[in-house]
């Protein structure tokens, strides 16, 4: 009890963010990004940076490699699904 207690009132207990809170982020590939492979992203969300395990949102062009920016389209099943900050743009002005 005392740890969890001490867990609570300390910086230890963090708040996980949910995957609306993370559509539209910005992100940097840490690990590449293929078409049909899984990746890695370090997005800056609720003030600090979390990372995810990505891959290419089905809408995407092609591979984007590490520490390149991406953006947050959607999570499934706790993936991240990104695409170029470019590519994004077009979408939303469909």
């Not at 395990?53 to 389209?73: C, D, K, S």
């Not at 959607?74 to 743009?89: K, M, T």
Request: hydrophobic letters at 45%.
């Amino acid at each position: 009890h005392g740890v969890f207690t001490f867990l609570r009132r300390s910086d230890s207990a963090v708040e996980v963010l949910s995957d609306t809170q993370l559509m539209g982020e910005r992100a940097r590939v840490t690990l590449p990004l293929d078409p049909g492979r899984l990746g890695r992203v370090a997005c800056l969300a609720g003030g600090r940076e979390t990372y995810l395990t990505a891959r290419l949102a089905p809408e995407a062009p092609g591979a984007v490699p590490a520490g390149a920016e991406v953006i947050v389209v959607r999570v499934v099943n706790g993936v991240a699904e990104v695409l170029p900050p470019e590519q994004y743009d077009r979408l939303l002005s469909l």
